[in-house]
């Protein structure tokens, strides 16, 4: 049968029939004009590892035990085609050499390379120390550029008037005026309490602010800095002397919609005055970075 693999005959043996079939017959090219040739030949003699060729389609076949499977039909890849970027050496073979023939066009250590059309390719050589990648101000191309130095970003807030603190009350303290305003962190005239932090410009901040308290010398005075209607800290000071001064600073992380205010209270036992105008108060915030 088939698969007996090879014999060595030695001088005298007899070659029997079954010999005959096995090593020779079942294990040689067989040549039929067609698969049906193949079949009215051998369906009584079918064995695994049987090879035959097929005259009508040039194909190999073996029989795998169950079927004829073809291993010598070339493929169906007859050619190699170059798309954008490749090049392509003999194309339909025997052996096709494939190159990316963008790469031809870097030259130095650090080259980019940048599209300038569809299916176009452009080489930028890399910058000098320090420089950044930007875009050109036709904004059709990259280019390195010097770093922006970085800007301020942040709010003071002024007062135009002193403002009236209820006896044991906390309050917030408004601001009708801004000294400066980078971003519009703050408004005048709708929550002019609040210092809120604009899209893109969430971080560290900075948080400060002083308030000169009333000609009083009694009981209390309290500042404090609240995050989204809630205290985060606060500043303590009991008078020994006319006109209290409050100061407070902290550093916040702040997300896009937070706000912080300053709250003012006292408890001298009356109303009293928290001077908030001129050079007597502010409340302010710093950008320190993300």
């Not at 404090?224 to 992380?253: C, D, G, H, Q, R």
Request: aromatic fraction near 10%.
């Amino acid at each position: 049968m088939a698969g007996a693999g090879y014999k060595l005959f030695q001088t005298g043996d007899v070659l029997t029939a079954a010999q005959v079939n096995t090593y020779l017959n079942e294990q040689t090219v067989m040549v039929f004009a067609n698969a049906a040739a193949r079949t009215s030949a051998l369906t009584s003699v079918l064995a695994e590892g049987m090879v035959s060729y097929l005259q009508d389609t040039n194909a190999v076949e073996v029989y795998n035990g169950s079927s004829w499977v073809n291993v010598g039909n070339a493929g169906d890849i007859t050619e190699v085609q170059a798309g954008v970027g490749i090049s392509i050496a003999s194309g339909t073979g025997p052996i096709p050499v494939i190159t990316n023939s963008s790469t031809d066009l870097i030259t130095t250590a650090g080259d980019i390379l940048y599209g300038t059309a569809a299916d176009t390719v452009a080489r930028l050589g890399i910058g000098t120390a320090g420089q950044v990648l930007k875009v050109n101000s036709g904004a059709t191309a990259p280019e390195w550029g010097a770093a922006s130095a970085g800007g301020f970003v942040g709010v003071k807030c002024t007062s135009s008037a002193s403002q009236t603190i209820a006896n044991n009350t906390t309050t917030v303290l408004t601001w009708d005026g801004e000294e400066f305003d980078t971003d519009a962190f703050h408004s005048t005239v709708t929550n002019t309490g609040r210092i809120t932090i604009p899209a893109g410009k969430a971080g560290y901040y900075r948080i400060f602010g002083y308030v000169n308290g009333d000609n009083n010398a009694t009981g209390s005075r309290y500042l404090m800095i609240y995050k989204n209607a809630v205290s985060v800290a606060e500043s303590l000071l009991t008078p020994s002397t006319f006109y209290p001064t409050n100061t407070i600073s902290t550093i916040l992380n702040l997300a896009v919609s937070d706000y912080v205010e300053l709250r003012y209270a006292q408890s001298s036992g009356t109303s009293q005055s928290a001077f908030t105008q001129g050079v007597y108060g502010t409340f302010q915030a710093t950008y320190l970075g993300a």
